[in-house]
Each structure stands twice: as C-alpha cells, then as structure tokens.
C-alpha cells in the first residue's frame, strides 16, 4: 500500500509524500510523549516503532509530531459504554490501545482523549 502511495503521487508530478503515522505499539506506552518514541532507535539508526521502521525502509524521515492529531470529547456515560472501564476519578485514565491516557473530568461529566501522531516524509 505504500508502494502505491508513493508510486500514484510520483506518477501524478509530486516529488515527495507526507504521510501521517499512527505508531503502531505506542499503546504500550501511553505516558511516553510521541516526540521521545519517535528518537528512540534501533541497532543500525531505524525506528524503534515497526510502523515508523516500515516507512522509514521505504526511505521516509520523522517530519515532525502531531501532538493533537485526533481530540475525541465524550461523556463519562460513553466512554464507560465504549471501554468497559469506570471512569470514575478526575485525572489520567490508561485505555487499553489508546496512545495516550484520556483526561477525566468527574465533575464536568466528561472525558477528553488527544492522539498524537508523526508526520512522516517521503522523497520520490
């Protein structure tokens, strides 16, 4: 599939591609900030993250990071119906699969999750 992307963008007159990564094992560590995981790399200079690996094999560099990439508000009632989880106590909740804890608001009655994700660029 990148191969495609890169191939439709080259065939179409760009000369490079920004593609925008969701790191795929970031969720098991939410309380990393996505600017010290994407440093982090392997013997050899690749990625610590596979998905960052896979593009930076294809020939990609770290752009830069999203720190807000995706914002889902939602009430306490719908966070619990969708994670089976309390949501109970103001503070840091650890969702699993999320790449980052949700911010609960007791109080208020509501949950806020903010995504990060990595802005990776692709010469053609």
Same mark, same amino acid.
């Not at 439709?8 to 010290?36: C, D, I, Q, W």
């Given at each position: 599939?990148? =191969?495609?992307?890169?191939?439709?963008?080259?065939?179409? %007159?760009?000369?490079?591609?920004?593609?925008?990564?969701?790191? =795929?094992?970031?969720?098991?560590?939410?309380? &990393?900030?996505?600017?010290?995981?994407?440093?982090?790399?392997?013997? %050899?200079?690749?990625?610590?993250?596979? +998905?960052?690996?896979?593009?930076?094999?294809?020939?990609?560099?770290?752009?830069?990071?999203?720190?807000? =990439?995706? &914002?889902? =508000?939602?009430?306490?009632?719908?966070?619990?119906? +969708?994670?089976?989880?309390?949501?109970?106590?103001?503070?840091?909740?650890?969702?699993?699969?999320?790449?980052?804890?949700?911010?609960?608001?007791?109080?208020? %009655?509501?949950?806020?999750?903010?995504?990060?994700?990595?802005?990776?660029?692709?010469?053609?």
């Amino acid at each position: 599939m990148l =191969s495609a992307m890169r191939d439709n963008a080259r065939a179409r %007159g760009f000369h490079e591609v920004a593609a925008p990564v969701r790191p =795929s094992a970031k969720h098991l560590e939410p309380h &990393t900030p996505m600017a010290e995981y994407t440093r982090r790399v392997r013997p %050899g200079g690749l990625p610590h993250g596979l +998905w960052l690996r896979v593009h930076a094999r294809a020939g990609a560099t770290v752009d830069s990071v999203a720190p807000a =990439s995706m &914002t889902v =508000s939602a009430s306490l009632e719908d966070r619990r119906r +969708w994670t089976g989880l309390p949501f109970g106590t103001d503070g840091e909740v650890e969702v699993p699969g999320a790449l980052a804890p949700v911010r609960c608001e007791t109080e208020r %009655g509501y949950a806020v999750y903010v995504e990060p994700n990595v802005w990776m660029r692709h010469p053609l």
